[in-house]
């Protein structure tokens, strides 16, 4: 299958998941399923816009008391001739007309009296003209930022932590969203260590890091990641237990003595929906999906290799199950010379600067430092656009 073809194929096989109701707290990174809307007013109750004295009346205001944020006002209806003083977002008493800045008046004993034009204020700041019909009420009533039935984000959008906190301060406690796809990894190979320095014959585990982050960028969670022998009953036993969405498996995807994931997902009757793509490096990558619709992706043991598949197969399928709608790779020109794989695409690690860096099936250390893969068909040349992939 071509590699265009395969990320096609696991972008837009799977359903998203199931939508639920979710704590807002709990959302973020999921997929809204409904339009999450404004529940109550915002601000939900008229308030100070302004530390200083609300008032009511003309003045000169004889002072009944203090107002602070989180408290409700006391006393009663503030009548005309005096005041409270009040802090910024307290509820207002009922009465008051207006919010009086400490910086517009001063305070003779229980009396506030307003800084008239001609006078410096407090502060030494110039009053300027703050008295009149014009002058400023610094009330925020009910209902000015924010009315109910106002919407807050689409179905469809994620939820980023400002949709969260919007549907929060909206009176938002849960959304409707899809569930979030959960991934197992299990990890072949009797040489493989998930810890500390190899010894003879061993290699270091490089997948489990990166799963989880192409997971959890495309709105999934690792749950749990298990090192297993080149043992086919252990494979075939983990492949049965494991409850997840997805179950990702590095190695055994070739056709050496040890690599038994094929045979296995025959035999548990899979659907092969990719089976080998026509791409270097990466080209034994594989997605099968199994008769209780958890899906499989086989991922070639080779690091840089593995690294290419989960970007083709992983990250679009997570994605769709998230329930993300599918967005264009991007493209970037690129510059620099490669071996092109005739039939097929070669994936290069390229620079900010889309210049080309070489790299083999096993050695991360170019797409590291590159931070992007090119996809280069075998017509591509020198300095045509390629689409790209940004590694996590
Ligand atoms: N006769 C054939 N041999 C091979 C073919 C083929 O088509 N015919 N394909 C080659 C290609 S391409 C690749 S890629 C590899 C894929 O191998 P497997 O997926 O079966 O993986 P292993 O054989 O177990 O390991 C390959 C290589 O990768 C290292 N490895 C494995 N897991 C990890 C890990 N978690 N972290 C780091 N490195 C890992 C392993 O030690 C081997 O060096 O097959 C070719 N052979
Ligand atoms: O997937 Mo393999 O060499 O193409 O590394």
């Known amino acids: 299958m071509s590699w265009a073809d395969a990320y096609a194929v696991a972008r837009d096989t799977a359903k998203p998941l199931a939508a639920e109701l979710t704590r807002v707290v709990e959302a973020t990174g999921r997929v809204l399923a409904a339009a999450v809307r404004c529940e109550r007013p915002v601000p939900a109750f008229d308030n100070a816009a302004m530390d200083g004295f609300a008032i009511a009346g003309d003045g000169p205001w004889t002072v009944r008391g203090r107002v602070l944020a989180g408290r409700p006002a006391d006393g009663g209806r503030l009548l005309p001739g005096t005041a409270v003083e009040i802090a910024t977002g307290a509820l207002l008493p009922d009465g008051a007309e207006a919010v009086l800045p400490y910086e517009d008046c001063r305070v003779e004993d229980d009396l506030v009296i307003e800084v008239a034009a001609t006078e410096d204020r407090p502060d030494g700041r110039p009053a300027g003209d703050q008295t009149g019909p014009r002058r400023k ?62 010894g003879p014959g061993q290699v270091r585990d490089t997948f489990t890091g990166l799963v989880t982050a192409i997971t959890a960028r495309a709105g999934g969670r690792l749950d749990i990641s298990r090192r297993l022998p080149d043992d086919p009953a252990a494979l075939g036993e ?8 997805v179950i990702v498996v590095s190695g055994s995807s070739s056709a050496g003595a040890a690599d038994h994931l094929h045979r296995l997902l025959d035999e548990a009757a899979a659907t092969w929906l990719v089976r080998g793509v026509a791409c270097r490096p990466g080209h034994p990558q594989a997605l099968a999906v199994l008769p209780d619709g958890r899906h499989v992706v086989s991922l070639p043991g080779n690091p840089y290799a593995g690294l290419v598949a989960a970007l083709t197969l ?50 991360l250390h170019a797409a590291a ?11 591509w040349t020198d300095g045509d656009p390629a689409v790209t992939l940004t590694v996590p």
Not at 369 to 374: M, R
């Open 137 to 198: 009420r610094h009330i925020r009533r009910a209902g000015d930022a924010l009315s109910p039935g106002t919407l807050i984000a689409p179905a469809g959008r994620i939820v980023t932590a400002t949709v969260a906190a919007a549907a929060l301060q909206a009176g938002a406690e849960q959304v409707l969203a899809h569930r979030r796809p959960t991934v197992t990894m299990l990890v072949t190979g009797d040489e493989v260590i998930t810890e500390g320095s190899p």
């Open 238 to 245: 983990a492949l049965h237990g494991a409850c997840s969405d």
């Open 314 to 363: 992983l990250e679009p399928l997570v994605a769709a199950l998230a329930g993300r709608p599918p967005a264009p790779l991007p493209t970037a020109t690129v510059t620099g010379p490669v071996r092109l794989m005739a039939g097929g695409v070669r994936i290069v690690p390229i620079g900010p600067a889309g210049d080309l860096a070489a790299a083999g099936p096993v050695g």
């Open 369 to 379: 430092v590159a931070g992007a893969l090119a996809v280069l068909p075998d017509d």
